[in-house]
């Protein structure tokens, strides 16, 4: 049996790109607030946040914020709307953390498994202080208790797509952020 997958919610926007962008520059007021002129390890989870975190580091640029980019891949959850539990690397940083102030970014703060299981790695390394900064959040889906320093948007527990967020590695190249639908009815 086949199974019909979601259709992607194109009709209606859940956030812009214009709204996007504006609440990428109110976060990055924050952070280069936070951080000053100190250079600082900006660590990009793949493959959700890529689009965010190249806005985010051109905005902190602007305020004259060091950010050193640097990414990480972590597990996913493949063609899944839902977490499997346990996360894993897949390809490791290249930059040295031992002694960095470190900010994590990632797309969306779920369950939380994933960013506890980042932060845990990074102090484990050596790393000096670490903060994190996620566009979306859905305190809902908590399993373990963290909260990102720097958050975009609080949103319900339904399934994003669009700006970096894939399904099943479709929707990456939307430019706004949007929901999985139920297949129509025959
Ligand atoms: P957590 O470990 O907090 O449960 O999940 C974090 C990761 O799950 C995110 O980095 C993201 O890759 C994925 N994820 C969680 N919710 C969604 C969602 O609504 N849409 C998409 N595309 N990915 C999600
Ligand atoms: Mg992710």
Redesign the pocket.
């Known amino acids: 049996m086949t199974t019909t997958p979601p259709h992607p919610d194109l009709s209606c926007a859940l956030y812009s790109a214009d709204q996007i962008q504006k609440r990428i520059n109110e976060m990055a007021d924050e952070i280069a607030r936070d951080y000053g002129h100190e250079e600082f390890l900006a660590i990009s ?1 793949m493959k ?2 890529f689009i965010f975190a190249a806005d985010l580091i051109r905005c902190l640029s602007a305020r004259k914020a060091q950010p050193v980019l640097d990414f990480i891949t972590l597990s ?2 493949g063609s899944e ?1 839902s ?1 499997r539990g346990s ?1 894993s690397v897949l390809t490791e940083l290249t930059l040295p953390v031992t002694g960095h102030r470190i900010l994590i970014i ?10 506890h299981t980042t932060r845990h790695l990074l102090y484990e390394r050596g790393a000096k202080d670490i903060r994190t900064c996620v566009l979306l959040d ?1 305190p809902a ?1 908590r399993s373990v208790p963290i909260e990102a320093n720097y958050r975009g948007f609080q949103i319900k527990n ?4 669009g700006y970096g ?3 099943n590695n479709r929707y990456r190249h939307l430019p706004y952020l949007t929901t999985l639908t139920p297949p129509p009815s025959p």
Request: proline share 0%; aromatic share 12%; no cysteine.
């Open positions: 989870i959700g946040s996913s959850y709307t977490s996360i990632d797309d969306i703060l779920d369950t939380g498994l994933t960013l859905k889906r339904v399934f994003i797509i967020l894939d399904y």
